[in-house]
């Protein structure tokens, strides 16, 4: 009842790794057609290959994990894939309702927490309700823009007769922005004041980086994306717009003289740590925020409703800007890097970021690659990687996937290359050995403290 209700949702992909408590779970996988089961050594890899798949899918993967250790050893990748607005249907095993009294080893505070990472979370009760909690975890899931939904899953509901399968369950739309909030931002746009529109989620999108381009050119906003972004279209022929830099001082000279910051699906622009005598907010104090949409609300609309507003053409320039692709020689250097990378992206590939330090150069100098999807490690948490790069290339097998992974974080993960090679995937992963924990060097002297030696 539980596979046939994820499926009658549309939820036909679910990321492994089982323990005893789901063995019943494991053998409906098996006996029921249209549901693909792939199997990850790590929990960690678990969550993030959901992550990654449903970034590119549009729609939830399950996952299946062993218990409350099973879910904290893939809590990491449950944390990016929040802050990614990723949509994601988690089944945790249980002991079995009568067993919890005893304290068997694994007993754990599962809902506790689950609850750290979820917008959604339930404990199946009996076996007649697995099926409409499965429905509801996908119902909750697909609410915009995006959630985490967690089902626990004690092991005696799983064996017992009485399962009935649900059928979906109505998904919910995104809200569309009031016209009063868009003649707001009109009013400030008209101004003609230094402003900056800082845009995420759906605005990153290839339909709402063009109706941002509409609203930058009648306003003469300077368009940029929050830090860390959940997908973006890029390259030639599409609007080439920049991350707001991860360095405190470098991403103040950016919004240096701002005025208006408008916010589309995105948060104001926040420094990823707090330093002594450093600022947490990146733009001027002085500077006035507004909210354009929420990431709940249809962004893309609320942009060309704005560009209306403005009276601006349907159809404006993209303009053209970064560097010209060419495979450079020499050593490592992270705009050389870039500069190659760009020559030699496949059309219609995705890139999966996991790189904070040698990563921070990548953007402009891909401006003029060949078209393709960036998705990125968006809460921190590293080790996103080498795991997401394997659910989008399951999620698009036509696609090929470049991986470009630091050497540290795809230590967290590695385990996913298993998987990678065991489905044969498409991936190509490239891995920025500098062999030293490198970020921690530049964060020691960011926070005013001494590196050893």
Same mark, same amino acid.
């Given at each position: 009842?539980?596979?046939?209700?994820?499926? *009658?949702?549309?939820?036909?992909?679910?990321?492994? +790794?089982?323990?005893?408590?789901?063995?019943?779970?494991?053998?409906?996988?098996?006996?029921?057609?249209?549901?693909r089961c792939f199997l990850g050594m790590a929990e960690g890899v678990v969550t993030g290959c959901a992550d990654g798949y449903a970034r590119m899918k549009g729609k939830p993967a399950a996952t299946l994990m062993h218990c409350g250790p099973g879910l904290a050893n893939g809590i990491s990748n449950m944390h990016n894939a929040r802050r990614a607005n990723t949509p994601m249907v988690n089944i945790v095993g249980d002991h079995a309702t009568y067993h919890l009294p005893f304290d068997a080893p694994l007993t754990y505070d599962t809902e506790g927490l689950a609850r750290t990472v979820s917008h959604w979370l339930c404990r199946s009760g009996s076996s007649n309700r697995i099926g409409v909690d499965a429905a509801s975890?996908?119902?909750?899931?697909?609410?915009?823009?995006?959630?985490?939904?967690?089902?626990?899953?004690?092991?005696?509901?799983?064996?017992?007769?009485?399962?009935?399968?649900?059928?979906?369950?109505?998904?919910?739309?995104?809200?569309?922005?009031?016209?009063?909030?868009?003649? +707001?931002?009109?009013? *400030?746009?008209?101004?003609?004041?230094?402003?900056?529109?800082?845009?995420?989620?759906?605005?990153?999108?290839?339909?709402?980086?063009?109706?941002?381009?509409?609203?930058?050119?009648?306003?003469?906003?300077?368009?940029?994306?929050?830090?860390?972004?959940?997908?973006?279209?890029?390259?030639?022929?599409?609007?080439?717009?920049?991350?707001?830099?991860?360095?405190?001082?470098?991403?103040?000279?950016?919004?240096?003289?701002?005025?208006?910051?408008?916010?589309?699906?995105?948060?104001?622009?926040?420094?990823?740590?707090?330093?002594?005598?450093?600022?947490?907010?990146?733009?001027?104090?002085?500077?006035?925020?507004?909210?354009?949409?929420?990431?709940?609300?249809? *962004?893309?609309? =609320?942009? +060309?409703?704005?560009?209306?507003?403005? =009276?601006?053409?349907?159809?404006?320039?993209?303009?053209?800007?970064?560097?010209?692709?060419?495979?450079?020689?020499?050593?490592?250097?992270?705009?050389?890097?870039?500069?190659?990378?760009?020559?030699?992206?496949?059309?219609?590939?995705?890139?999966?970021?996991?790189?904070?330090?040698?990563?921070?150069?990548?953007?402009?100098?891909?401006?003029?690659?060949?078209?393709?999807?960036?998705?990125?490690?968006?809460?921190?948490?590293?080790?996103?990687?080498?795991?997401?790069?394997?659910?989008?290339?399951?999620?698009?097998?036509?696609?090929?996937?470049?991986?470009?992974?630091?050497?540290?974080?795809?230590?967290?993960?590695?385990?996913?290359?298993?998987?990678?090679?065991?489905?044969?995937?498409?991936?190509?992963?490239?891995?920025?050995?500098?062999?030293?924990?490198?970020?921690?060097?530049?964060?020691?002297?960011?926070?005013?403290?001494?590196?050893?030696?």
């Amino acid at each position: 009842s539980l596979v046939r209700s994820l499926l *009658a949702s549309g939820v036909d992909t679910c990321f492994a +790794n089982p323990g005893t408590s789901e063995m019943h779970f494991v053998a409906a996988l098996d006996k029921v057609g249209g549901m693909r089961c792939f199997l990850g050594m790590a929990e960690g890899v678990v969550t993030g290959c959901a992550d990654g798949y449903a970034r590119m899918k549009g729609k939830p993967a399950a996952t299946l994990m062993h218990c409350g250790p099973g879910l904290a050893n893939g809590i990491s990748n449950m944390h990016n894939a929040r802050r990614a607005n990723t949509p994601m249907v988690n089944i945790v095993g249980d002991h079995a309702t009568y067993h919890l009294p005893f304290d068997a080893p694994l007993t754990y505070d599962t809902e506790g927490l689950a609850r750290t990472v979820s917008h959604w979370l339930c404990r199946s009760g009996s076996s007649n309700r697995i099926g409409v909690d499965a429905a509801s975890a996908v119902q909750a899931a697909m609410a915009p823009p995006g959630q985490i939904a967690t089902l626990i899953l004690p092991s005696d509901t799983a064996w017992s007769d009485g399962g009935k399968v649900a059928n979906p369950l109505p998904v919910q739309k995104r809200s569309e922005v009031g016209p009063e909030k868009i003649r +707001n931002v009109a009013v *400030a746009l008209r101004k003609r004041e230094r402003t900056v529109i800082v845009l995420s989620g759906q605005s990153i999108s290839e339909e709402g980086l063009v109706a941002a381009q509409r609203v930058a050119h009648g306003s003469g906003a300077m368009l940029k994306t929050s830090t860390q972004i959940p997908r973006m279209a890029r390259g030639r022929g599409r609007v080439p717009v920049d991350r707001i830099p991860y360095v405190i001082e470098k991403a103040v000279s950016v919004l240096e003289g701002v005025r208006h910051v408008v916010l589309v699906g995105a948060k104001p622009p926040t420094a990823f740590f707090a330093y002594p005598g450093k600022p947490s907010l990146l733009s001027p104090t002085n500077a006035k925020t507004y909210v354009l949409a929420s990431p709940e609300e249809d *962004a893309v609309a =609320a942009l +060309n409703s704005l560009a209306d507003e403005l =009276a601006v053409p349907k159809k404006v320039e993209i303009p053209q800007c970064g560097i010209k692709p060419s495979v450079q020689k020499g050593p490592f250097e992270p705009v050389a890097f870039a500069t190659t990378l760009a020559a030699l992206l496949p059309e219609n590939c995705i890139v999966s970021e996991d790189s904070v330090t040698s990563g921070r150069e990548l953007f402009e100098p891909t401006f003029n690659a060949n078209p393709h999807d960036w998705i990125q490690i968006t809460g921190g948490a590293i080790g996103q990687g080498f795991p997401a790069a394997t659910g989008a290339a399951l999620a698009c097998p036509d696609r090929k996937v470049i991986c470009l992974q630091a050497d540290g974080a795809g230590m967290y993960t590695l385990q996913a290359l298993w998987t990678q090679a065991r489905e044969k995937l498409d991936v190509i992963n490239v891995i920025f050995a500098n062999r030293i924990y490198k970020i921690l060097h530049g964060e020691l002297l960011a926070v005013g403290a001494k590196p050893g030696v």
